[in-house]
C-alpha cells in the first residue's frame, strides 16, 4: 500500500514537472526581464510600451548598481542596466563573456530607453527582401504555348527556354517551340471558302529557336484570401531567331507540295512569375514571334502542264515551283499565350544582407 | 500483492496519461500563445474595397474578331461588401468599329456569282430573276459586285452585365525599384444581356428571299449569356485605381451573316435560308482599361 502511494507521489512529481518548467513563462512583473540590448528598439517601442517604464522597481540605476556592470565599463548605460537587471534572474549576460559582441557594440552606441521615446519613422520598403535571387542561377523553363490570334490555324506548341541569369534583373537564353503535327486549321476556313469562294493562304509551322534577353523590372507579393503570401516577378523579353513554316496548299493543292522555309524571326515578351518556393514557378508569358512569311499564291499559273526541259516543268508551268508562291513576303505576328514551370539551379542560395 | 501490483500499474498508468496529457497541452499553448497567433497575413493594410462603392469608366477593345472589331465605351458601378467580395454592374456601348484584314479581302475578291449570291453582298440582277435556286456556272456579270460585304457583318451594340466580383489577392508591386503600388487581383462573373447588329434572318416564311440585296441588312439581336473577367487593379491612391480586365464573352452568333448550315445530313450544308442554325459559338474576348473612383475613404485593417 505504501508502494503505491510512492508510486502517486512519483507519478504526481512528473505530471507536475512541466507545468512547473511552463510556469516560467509568466514572471511575476517585479522580476520581468528587461529586453536584451540588440533587441531592435525601434519595433519594440513602436508596438509595446517600453518594457523598462512598465516595470516600476527596480529603477534602471539601482538596477545598474544592484548588478555588477557589463565588462567595458558600460554601467551607466541604460541599455546595460537592462540587460543586467534583466539576468539577475539567473541567466549570465554575454556582454560579460564575449564584450564585443555586435549587439553589446550596438548597446553602447545609444540609450534604449532614451530611443524608445522617439518617435519612429521607419522608412520601410514595399518588398524588403527580394523572394528569390536569380543571379548566377539558371532557369528551366518548360512550357506549352498557345495559339492567340490566328483564327485560321492555330499553332499550339510545346516549348522550352533555358537563361542564365547574368544579374537579379538581366538573363540571357534560348527558347524554343515545336509547332510540327499540333498545327489545327479551323473549320471557319472551309466555312468561307465554301460561303464566299475566296480562300485564305495558310500556313503550317515546325520549329522556331530564339536567343533572348530577359529583363526583370517588377517584383512584387501578394496576399491570397488575406491568409498566405505568394510572390511573383514580371519580366519581359526578345531577341532574334528562327522559324520554319511552309504554306498549307489551299488554292492549287493538285500540283503545289509546299516545303520547309527558314524565316528569320524578332521575338518580344512579357511574362509573369509566381513562386512556389525560392526555386520552382509557374509562369505565364505572352509572345509575339514576329516575321516575315511566305504565302500561298492565290492565283494559278496557266502555262502548259507537260513535262519540259531538264526540270520537267516550263517557267509558267503550274507545277513550277516558282509560281507557287505569293511574290510578296507579308509580316507576320503569331502571338502566343505560354503556360509552364520554372525551376531555377541551383536550388539554393544566400543573400549577401540580411534581412 | 496482486492488489499492490494493481495499484501500481494503475499509478504508473495514470502518470503516463498525464504526462502526455501535459504534452498535448503544452504543444496547444503554444499554438494559442505564439505572437502570431491570430495574426493576419498583412497588418495595416488599407482596405481599398470594403464598403466604399466604385465607379469606374471603361474602355473595351475586343480580340481575334474575325470580320469586325468594336471598341466599346461605359462604366462600371460596384459596391463592396468586404474587401474581397462585391456586387455590381458593367455596361457598354459599341461606339465605333473598324473591319478586318479579311472582311477587306472577301470584299474584294469575293466573285458576286449565284454560287455566293446568297451569301456575299450584292447589288441583285440575278440570272434569269431566279436566284433561289442557283445554277452553277452562271455568268457572274449578271450580278452587281459593288455592294460591300462589310455591311452584312456583324457588332455588338451594347453589352450589361450584373456581376459578383471576387478579390482573392491583394499585393503590392515594385517597378524598377522606384516605383511601388498597391495591386489586386479580382475575377469578375456574372450575366450578360449582349445586343448585337446582325444579318437579318432571310428565307424562311414571311422572310425576305436570301438572295435579294436588302436581305443583306442587318438588324438587331439580343443575346443571354453568361461573363467572366480578370482583372488587375493598381491602387496610387486612395481615391483612384486603374484597372485592365480581360474579359470572355461567348455566345452564338454569325459574324459573317453566311448561310453555312441547316439543311442536308445533320444539318451541316447550307440551306439558302439565314437563321440561327448558322450561328456558331464565339469566345469573344475583349480588353477593358478602366480608371476607378472609389469612396468613401478606405478603413484601415488592424
Known sequence: ????????????????????????????????????????????????????????????????????????????????????????????????????????????????????????????????????????????????????????????????????????????????????????????????????????????????????????????????????????????????????????????????????????????????????????????????????????????????????????????SPTNPATWYDTNTHFTNDVQMQVGLSVFLPTSFEYALPK | MKRRFVKAVLAASLAVAAMSGSREARAQEIQVTGPLKGAPAVRHMRLYRKGRFEFAPTASFTLLDEYRRTLLAGARLNYYLTDWLGIGVWGAGGVWSETTTLTNEVNQYAPRNVETVINVNHTGGCPGGNCSSPTPGASPSQIGSNASFADQTAKLSYVIAPQVTFIPFRGKLAIFNKIFVDTDLSLAAGLAVVGIQERQYCGGGGQLPCYDPASFATAGQTKITWTFGVDLTFWPSNLVSFGIEYRALPFYWNPAGFDTRGGGPNGNYPDNQVNSSDDTFKFNQLVTLAVGFSFPAPKINE
Open chain 1, 1 to 316: 500500500m505504501k508502494q503505491a502511494r510512492r508510486w502517486l507521489l512519483l507519478a504526481a512529481a512528473l505530471v507536475l514537472l512541466p507545468q512547473a518548467a511552463y510556469a516560467q513563462k509568466k514572471k511575476p512583473k517585479g522580476t520581468t526581464p528587461a529586453p536584451a540590448a540588440p533587441v531592435s528598439a525601434d519595433a519594440d517601442a513602436d508596438s509595446t510600451p517600453a518594457p523598462a517604464a512598465a516595470t516600476p522597481p527596480p529603477a534602471e540605476g539601482s538596477a545598474d548598481q544592484a548588478t555588477p556592470p557589463p565588462a567595458g565599463g558600460e554601467a551607466g548605460a541604460g541599455v546595460g542596466g537592462e540587460a543586467t537587471g534583466g539576468d539577475t534572474g539567473g541567466g549570465m549576460d554575454i556582454c560579460q563573456i564575449t564584450p564585443d559582441a555586435p549587439q553589446c557594440q550596438a548597446a553602447k552606441e545609444f540609450n534604449l530607453g532614451a530611443e524608445a521615446k522617439k518617435t519612429i519613422r521607419a522608412e520601410v520598403y514595399a518588398v524588403q527582401q527580394q523572394y528569390v535571387l536569380k543571379g548566377g542561377r539558371f532557369e528551366i523553363q518548360p512550357f506549352f504555348a498557345f495559339t492567340l490570334n490566328d483564327q485560321f490555324v492555330s499553332h499550339d506548341a510545346p516549348g522550352l527556354a533555358l537563361n542564365y541569369y547574368l544579374t537579379q534583373v538581366l538573363a540571357v537564353g534560348v527558347v524554343g517551340n515545336w509547332y510540327d503535327g499540333l498545327n489545327s486549321p479551323s473549320d471557319f476556313n472551309f466555312q468561307l471558302r465554301r460561303a464566299a469562294h475566296v480562300a485564305i493562304p495558310l500556313n503550317d509551322y515546325q520549329l522556331s529557336g530564339d536567343v533572348n534577353f530577359t529583363y526583370v523590372p517588377m517584383y512584387g507579393k501578394f496576399a491570397g484570401f488575406g491568409d498566405f503570401i505568394f510572390n511573383y516577378d514580371g519580366y519581359i523579353d526578345g531577341g532574334l531567331g528562327l522559324i520554319r513554316t511552309k504554306p498549307i496548299s489551299v488554292i492549287d493543292p493538285d500540283n503545289r507540295l509546299f516545303s520547309w522555309n527558314n524565316l528569320i524571326n524578332f521575338d518580344v515578351g512579357i511574362g509573369l512569375r509566381i513562386f512556389f518556393n525560392r526555386w520552382l514557378a509557374a509562369t505565364l508569358e505572352i509572345r509575339d514571334i514576329m516575321y516575315f512569311e511566305r504565302i500561298e499564291s492565290t492565283t494559278v499559273a496557266t502555262g502548259a502542264d507537260v513535262p519540259v526541259g531538264a526540270m520537267g516543268y516550263g517557267p509558267s
